[in-house]
């Protein structure tokens, strides 16, 4: 029988683009990109010629505190 427990929401590992991103830590597009040339956070990675984003589960340890800044 099945409990009534919950059960953790676990996030998918997709690339979140700059928009999204800053959107998800509630900062400007601006501070985002400040934070990631001055290493604050992680630079984004490159998904497409034209395009770059970070996955989605590193910014959710960001939020969470267990991220390291690089």
Known sequence: MLSNQ????????????RKEAAAKLGVS????DR??????????SHIGARSSGWPESYLDALIAGAAPAK
């Not at 597009?29 to 985002?32: D, G, P, Q």
């Open 6 to 17: 919950t059960t953790p929401v676990v996030t998918g590992n997709r690339f979140i683009r």
């Open 29 to 32: 597009i601006a501070t985002l």
């Open 35 to 44: 934070w990631a040339s001055t290493g604050h956070i992680c630079k984004p």
